[in-house]
């Protein structure tokens, strides 16, 4: 028998499956979907690959085939399923079956099982009476905590007995040797830890909400296929519509995948879950350890859990039978893959949810223009919530010119108005919320005599200033002492341009003292567990102001929250991106939409310096069809996406030079072969990123089909090409311009 193997490694040329002959020792344990081990090349240089397809014949000569030296040990074998949605990728998104492969096995290699150790009483009470007296007349006090605990437990697990009771191996050895208790050990599957869970309150749903369970239950329980959008405004009871479909699916015996955008909306989602399913529901992300998230995916293989919730990894989760698949907040960008290959986890999730016969819902207050176009248009089922689930109104939302303010004398980060909210929601013990679209102390350094920006070293971005004096670039971490003059001009007037949440975090403990405040960006959460303990702390009180950035203001519910502040509304204005004013509405009025959702009456403030701004004005209204009209009109006029789809082809080198010629030489292939409209190349927005140099061109198109073609056509002639260190990365439909 022979095997087609794919090599394990992220080469374009290599990308394509090599045979080899099964020997004797292992066959029938070779499968499709198997690691192995293979030799390479003229060396046999040893390779590891994954078995793409079993066959009788090779059509080669037997004697230059070479056989597959053994199995990677403990490796995670890919199911059929896998290597489908693998392919989809390596198709549509480019990159190489390699990568596609390593992106579906989101487990990777097998980890050794968690042991459990329990000590188990074997003498009787009165024996163990005996010992204990003969303990305390000796004085063996960690011998006599020992004995204490086996009188009253038949069984004490291992964590105990070196963490309770603080006794170390030789004693329980002793023990042993005495006859007194055995050791067994076991083994067991590592699960997530889950704290601060409450029990679920039965919530009766409304009309709009039990109308959408009623339209949607019976395609669960058919099997069959469809694509729907919930959207709802902020707090109009989307998680509730969300735990109803998942419990008809798991009646059912089929299992859920619910995808929320970031880690950080875990914690409220998973005890939502977990109070109504208990230990049938885990989660699945990156912050867990390999241990954990290997544990997971043999759970949901041997049917242990029936509901998974994390990020877009969690779509690949191996469940024998998915019944439904949930994308919560479908509009956010960090379902887009930033590696290679760049897939979109709706796209995916669409062709899994197709293959496997299952519902897939998606979920947003501020959808994607693309997933609104196609339900307006009737390509997928739309369903709305118009009223918020509990009864309560959407916040008063009140927008504060800056310039104004800034006319008026206020210099503050602070507008007057949202100054007076705040006092109040402190005096009477309610919440505030303040959002900051960046991190860190503060922006940029900038000479205030040359004008010029102090630049990371590597990348042509300016570098940010942090406390302690320390500058550091966010893009390759780059760290550096503030200079004391400019390195341009030698001035010693540098300033920084300050608009962070340290900062304002600053500033609110100068405005109320002794008002507990928390902060939550990338740089409070990158511990494990931050993220919830940062939200439980918030949740339960012990803190009345919290500052963030855009992790704050996506899906949380804080009763207690009535004023929403935010602090820099048109500042993702100004990125030079077609998306830039979607991303800005949606921002604005997931913001907003974090106010009042109790029964207290809520209030969001925006300040900003481009009040009329038909993103900010809309946002305000959290009026989502006159966002959508404005916008649509401008993407269909200017052909951008969803009007077309667009594929970014990116070039990387260390020689800017040769990079740029390289990029110039493939878009003349491609005006060559296909008629297609290109633009550029032209440098990226971000010109060079650790030392690497960066052009960018588009080719747009109606059809992704003829996009896959471009790419197919620009893969053929890389082949006979000479890189000279350049390499090449494809992005349908990009969310990032930069």
């Given at each position: 028998?022979?095997a087609?193997?794919i090599?394990?490694?992220?080469i374009?040329?290599?990308d394509?499956?090599?045979?080899?002959?099964?020997?004797?020792?292992?066959?029938?344990?070779v499968c499709?979907?198997s690691?192995v081990?293979?030799?390479?090349?003229?060396?046999?240089t040893e390779?590891k690959g994954y078995?793409?397809a079993i066959r009788?014949t090779s059509?080669?000569?037997?004697?230059k085939?070479?056989?597959?030296?053994?199995?990677v040990e403990?490796?995670?074998?890919a199911e059929?399923r896998?290597?489908?949605?693998?392919?989809f990728i390596?198709?549509?998104?480019?990159g190489?079956?390699?990568q596609?492969?390593?992106?579906?096995?989101?487990?990777?290699?097998k980890v050794?099982?968690a042991?459990?150790?329990t000590?188990?009483?074997?003498?009787d009470t009165e024996?163990?009476k005996?010992?204990l007296a003969?303990?305390?007349?000796?004085?063996?006090?960690a011998?006599?905590?020992?004995?204490?605990a086996l009188i009253?437990n038949?069984?004490i697990?291992g964590e105990?007995i070196?963490?309770?009771l603080?006794v170390?191996s030789q004693?329980?050895?002793?023990?042993?040797k005495?006859g007194?208790a055995v050791?067994?050990?076991?083994t067991?599957y590592?699960?997530?830890?889950i704290?601060?869970?409450?029990?679920?309150g039965?919530?009766t749903?409304?009309?709009?909400?039990?109308k959408?369970?009623?339209?949607?239950?019976?395609k669960?329980?058919?099997?069959a296929?469809?694509v729907c959008?919930?959207?709802?405004v902020?707090g109009?009871?989307?998680?509730?519509?969300?735990l109803?479909?998942?419990?008809?699916?798991?009646?059912?015996?089929?299992q859920?995948i619910?995808l929320i955008p970031e880690?950080?909306l875990?914690?409220q989602?998973l005890a939502?879950?977990y109070?109504?399913?208990?230990?049938r529901?885990?989660v699945?992300n990156?912050?867990m350890s390999?241990?954990?998230?290997?544990?997971?995916?043999?759970?949901a293989?041997h049917k242990?859990?029936?509901?998974i919730?994390g990020?877009r990894?969690?779509l690949?989760t191996?469940f024998?039978e998915?019944?439904l698949?949930?994308m919560?907040?479908?509009?956010?960008a960090?379902y887009?893959?930033e590696q290679?290959p760049?897939y979109?986890?709706r796209?995916?999730?669409?062709?899994?949810a197709k293959?496997?016969?299952a519902?897939?819902?998606m979920g947003s207050?501020?959808?994607s223009?693309?997933?609104y176009?196609d339900?307006s248009?009737?390509?997928?089922?739309?369903f709305?919530?118009?009223?918020?689930a509990?009864?309560?109104t959407?916040?008063?939302?009140?927008?504060?010119?800056?310039?104004?303010?800034?006319?008026?004398?206020?210099r503050s980060m602070?507008?007057r108005?949202l100054?007076?909210r705040?006092?109040?929601a402190?005096?009477?013990g309610?919440?505030v919320?303040?959002f900051?679209?960046?991190?860190g102390?503060s922006g940029q350094?900038?000479?205030?005599?040359?004008?010029?920006?102090?630049?990371?070293?590597?990348?042509?971005v300016?570098?940010?200033?942090h406390?302690g004096?320390r500058?550091?670039c966010h893009y390759?971490?780059e760290?550096?002492e503030k200079?004391?003059?400019?390195p341009?001009c030698g001035s010693?007037?540098l300033?920084a341009?300050k608009?962070?949440?340290?900062?304002?975090e600053?500033?609110?403990?100068k405005l109320y003292p002794g008002?507990?405040?928390?902060?939550?960006?990338?740089?409070?959460?990158?511990?494990?567990?931050?993220y919830?303990m940062i939200?439980?702390?918030f949740s339960?009180g012990?803190a009345?102001?919290l500052i963030?950035t855009?992790?704050?203001v996506?899906g949380h519910?804080?009763?207690?929250?009535t004023?929403?502040?935010?602090?820099?509304?048109?500042?993702s204005?100004?990125?030079?991106?077609y998306?830039a004013?979607?991303r800005?509405?949606?921002l604005?009025?997931?913001a907003?939409?974090r106010?009042g959702?109790?029964?207290k009456k809520?209030?969001a403030?925006i300040q900003?310096?481009?009040?009329d701004?038909?993103?900010?004005t809309?946002?305000?209204?959290?009026d989502y069809?006159?966002?959508?009209?404005?916008?649509?009109?401008f993407?269909?006029s200017?052909g951008y996406?969803?009007?077309?789809?667009?594929m970014a082809v990116q070039?990387?080198?260390?020689?800017?030079?040769?990079?740029?010629s390289?990029a110039a030489?493939v878009?003349?292939?491609?005006?060559?072969?296909?008629s297609?409209?290109v633009l550029?190349?032209?440098p990226?927005g971000?010109?060079?990123?650790?030392d690497?140099?960066?052009?960018?061109l588009?080719?747009?198109d109606?059809?992704?089909?003829?996009l896959g073609k471009?790419r197919?056509i620009i893969?053929?002639h890389?082949r006979?090409?000479?890189?000279k260190?350049c390499?090449v990365?494809?992005?349908?439909?990009?969310?990032n311009?930069?």
């Amino acid at each position: 028998m022979f095997a087609e193997v794919i090599i394990d490694v992220s080469i374009e040329k290599l990308d394509r499956p090599f045979t080899y002959r099964i020997p004797d020792r292992l066959s029938g344990i070779v499968c499709v979907g198997s690691r192995v081990r293979i030799p390479f090349g003229s060396g046999n240089t040893e390779k590891k690959g994954y078995v793409t397809a079993i066959r009788e014949t090779s059509g080669f000569d037997d004697g230059k085939i070479k056989d597959i030296t053994g199995m990677v040990e403990g490796s995670v074998s890919a199911e059929d399923r896998s290597f489908e949605t693998a392919s989809f990728i390596k198709d549509t998104y480019g990159g190489t079956l390699s990568q596609a492969l390593k992106v579906v096995i989101p487990a990777g290699s097998k980890v050794k099982p968690a042991v459990i150790k329990t000590l188990v009483r074997k003498a009787d009470t009165e024996q163990l009476k005996s010992v204990l007296a003969e303990c305390i007349r000796k004085k063996q006090p960690a011998r006599e905590r020992l004995i204490r605990a086996l009188i009253d437990n038949d069984r004490i697990p291992g964590e105990w007995i070196s963490g309770k009771l603080g006794v170390s191996s030789q004693t329980v050895v002793s023990v042993i040797k005495q006859g007194l208790a055995v050791l067994e050990t076991g083994t067991e599957y590592r699960k997530p830890s889950i704290s601060e869970i409450g029990a679920s309150g039965n919530v009766t749903l409304n009309d709009e909400q039990r109308k959408i369970v009623d339209a949607i239950g019976p395609k669960i329980e058919g099997g069959a296929h469809e694509v729907c959008l919930i959207h709802g405004v902020t707090g109009s009871g989307k998680t509730e519509v969300y735990l109803q479909l998942a419990e008809k699916t798991v009646s059912l015996g089929k299992q859920v995948i619910f995808l929320i955008p970031e880690i950080a909306l875990t914690y409220q989602t998973l005890a939502r879950f977990y109070a109504k399913f208990g230990d049938r529901v885990s989660v699945l992300n990156s912050n867990m350890s390999a241990g954990e998230r290997f544990d997971q995916c043999e759970r949901a293989r041997h049917k242990d859990i029936d509901i998974i919730i994390g990020p877009r990894s969690a779509l690949f989760t191996p469940f024998p039978e998915i019944g439904l698949i949930i994308m919560d907040e479908e509009h956010e960008a960090s379902y887009k893959s930033e590696q290679t290959p760049k897939y979109h986890a709706r796209e995916v999730a669409k062709e899994i949810a197709k293959r496997s016969g299952a519902v897939f819902v998606m979920g947003s207050a501020t959808p994607s223009v693309e997933t609104y176009l196609d339900a307006s248009e009737n390509r997928i089922s739309l369903f709305e919530l118009n009223e918020r689930a509990t009864g309560a109104t959407l916040p008063e939302t009140e927008i504060v010119d800056l310039r104004a303010e800034l006319s008026s004398g206020n210099r503050s980060m602070f507008s007057r108005k949202l100054k007076a909210r705040m006092d109040e929601a402190i005096k009477k013990g309610e919440q505030v919320m303040l959002f900051l679209n960046r991190r860190g102390f503060s922006g940029q350094i900038s000479c205030r005599e040359c004008g010029k920006n102090i630049m990371c070293p590597h990348c042509d971005v300016p570098m940010s200033l942090h406390t302690g004096n320390r500058l550091i670039c966010h893009y390759c971490g780059e760290t550096a002492e503030k200079p004391a003059v400019c390195p341009s001009c030698g001035s010693k007037y540098l300033a920084a341009i300050k608009a962070g949440t340290e900062q304002v975090e600053e500033r609110v403990a100068k405005l109320y003292p002794g008002v507990a405040t928390l902060r939550m960006d990338k740089d409070t959460t990158s511990r494990k567990g931050s993220y919830e303990m940062i939200l439980s702390a918030f949740s339960s009180g012990e803190a009345q102001i919290l500052i963030g950035t855009q992790m704050i203001v996506k899906g949380h519910d804080f009763p207690n929250v009535t004023v929403v502040g935010i602090l820099a509304a048109d500042l993702s204005l100004g990125v030079p991106d077609y998306r830039a004013a979607e991303r800005t509405f949606q921002l604005i009025a997931q913001a907003c939409g974090r106010a009042g959702r109790g029964e207290k009456k809520g209030y969001a403030v925006i300040q900003t310096y481009q009040p009329d701004n038909y993103a900010i004005t809309s946002a305000a209204a959290q009026d989502y069809k006159a966002f959508f009209d404005e916008e649509i009109a401008f993407r269909l006029s200017a052909g951008y996406p969803p009007a077309v789809h667009m594929m970014a082809v990116q070039f990387f080198g260390t020689d800017e030079k040769l990079t740029a010629s390289l990029a110039a030489q493939v878009c003349g292939v491609i005006k060559s072969e296909r008629s297609l409209r290109v633009l550029g190349p032209a440098p990226a927005g971000i010109a060079r990123i650790k030392d690497y140099y960066r052009y960018v061109l588009y080719v747009k198109d109606p059809d992704t089909d003829n996009l896959g073609k471009a790419r197919e056509i620009i893969e053929d002639h890389l082949r006979e090409t000479e890189m000279k260190g350049c390499f090449v990365q494809y992005d349908l439909d990009p969310v990032n311009m930069i």
